[in-house]
């Protein structure tokens, strides 16, 4: 059975565009698509396709009021003016940490909610946030642990295994994305 809310994040973090979106509107509460494909540098595409995931998502709703050049497009539901705020802090500190891509990459930012203050196995980090492939999480660990957001530690057991947990540099990265999750 998947957790509601590491299938959550990772619905979220599933298209690069989203998180950043998100953030963009909680400024003003709406946007229109031009105004947020010029402010992200994504193509149009990009921000269509991502829109119509937080629509699905119940993130954003087309605005009834549209019609007038100066009224957003898009605007936040209840639900998204709180996704919007976090993705908002999590912009702030994944910039603050100097790692500001990892919130573009699917797996990244799930795997580090998944870790929490637990340090865990592969398999185990596996099971948190399905359906991961071997190769993803791989990549992404190594992501992580190169931002030094993540730690690798060695288990004196046979076979050898590795066990990751977030370092202190992670922690408010982990609650705004606990606080995105709830």
């Avoid at 509601?4 to 973090?13: D, R, T």
């Avoid at 802090?89 to 637990?118: D, M, Q």
């Avoid at 992580?144 to 066990?163: F, G, K, N, Q």
Wanted: aromatic share 4%.
């Amino acid at each position: 059975m998947h957790d509601p809310q590491a299938s959550k994040l990772i619905a979220l973090f599933h298209h690069k565009w989203s998180p950043a979106i998100l953030a963009e509107m909680s400024r003003s509460g709406g946007a229109r698509g031009v105004v947020l494909r010029n402010r992200l540098g994504a193509s149009p595409q990009a921000v269509s396709s991502a829109l119509t995931q937080l629509i699905e998502l119940g993130l954003v709703t087309p605005n009834p009021g549209y019609g007038h050049p100066l009224r957003p497009e898009y605007v936040l539901t209840a639900e998204g003016q709180s996704a919007a705020a976090s993705c908002a802090r999590i912009t702030n500190v994944t910039h603050r940490l100097g790692a500001p891509e990892l919130a573009g990459y699917k797996w990244p930012l799930p795997i580090l909610w998944a870790l929490g203050s637990e340090h865990l196995r592969f398999r185990e980090i596996a099971r948190q946030v399905p359906p991961i492939t071997d190769r993803a999480l791989s990549q992404s660990l190594t992501l992580l642990t190169d931002a030094h957001l993540v730690s690798a530690s060695l288990l004196e057991v046979r076979p050898p295994a590795s066990v990751y947990g977030p370092t202190r540099r992670a922690k408010a990265l982990v609650e705004a994305l606990g606080e995105l999750a709830a």
